[in-house]
């Protein structure tokens, strides 16, 4: 049980990711967290990418990529694995697909939860965070938290401006691996503007073929 999570951001892939993990108990896989590990183990790769990362540069695609197949040849992968967040262009995709081929591995399912960008962007603009406890909730909650009744504010990256912006970038480059999956044959596209059991009735209906 091989999966890519596609989906624009705020399209609800961490929700449906985080239940497809309790589910099927496989491990979810995200470059940051590669990195972040990488780094902290000072693993040679992990050491290459700090230097990149220390100069405020993107790490490049070899080095991104070396560090998902050493994830990938881990021991808790040999059940499956949810990839998200990565890849994120077609030619990290190819080139993934030929890591996994070193590991006798192939994805068996891209899935992309697909959602309207004006209602990602009513979604995303609606969102408000607790200043004190982290709690996330919608402007309809008012100005309090509902769990500690301290300020709610409106993350940066939660404004109208950035949000299309995201938007954008994910259309440029991560999009067009909706096209390279399904000329594959593994790509499924599932509704994800509806309650979230429903979307994940619809990823088990997938996964359990």
């Known amino acids: 049980m091989n999966i890519v999570l596609l989906g624009a951001p705020g399209a ?7 239940k497809m993990i309790d589910a099927y108990e496989i491990p979810q896989i995200s470059t940051g967290d590669i990195l972040r590990a ?4 000072g693993s040679p790769l992990g050491l290459e990418a700090k230097r990149y990362m220390d100069a405020g540069d993107l790490v490049p695609d070899e080095v991104v990529i070396g560090l ?25 995709a190819e080139a993934l697909d030929t890591e996994l081929a070193s590991l006798g591995k192939t994805i068996d399912s891209a ?6 960008h004006e209602v990602i962007v009513a979604r995303l603009t ?25 300020d709610l504010y409106q993350r940066d990256d939660d404004n109208e401006a950035t949000v299309r912006n995201r938007l954008e970038v994910y259309e440029r480059s991560t999009a ?10 593994v790509l499924y596209e599932i509704d994800g503007d509806r309650p979230v059991e429903d979307v994940f009735a619809d990823v088990r209906s997938v996964l359990e073929v």
Do not use: N
């Not at 998902?68 to 990290?92: C, S």
């Not at 609606?126 to 301290?150: E, L, M, N, Q, V």
């Open 12 to 18: 609800g892939k961490g929700t449906q990711a985080q």
């Open 126 to 150: 609606s969102r408000r965070t607790c200043g004190s406890c982290g709690t996330i909730t919608t402007i309809a909650a008012g100005d309090s938290c509902p769990k500690c009744s301290s």
């Open 38 to 41: 990488a780094v902290a183990a």
């Open 111 to 116: 899935i992309a939860i697909t959602v309207d």
């Open 68 to 92: 998902v197949k050493d994830r990938l040849a881990q021991p808790d992968t040999e059940r499956g694995f949810i990839l998200d967040g990565f890849p994120r262009t077609t030619a990290q």
């Open 176 to 185: 067009p691996l909706v096209d390279y999956y399904g000329s594959k044959g």
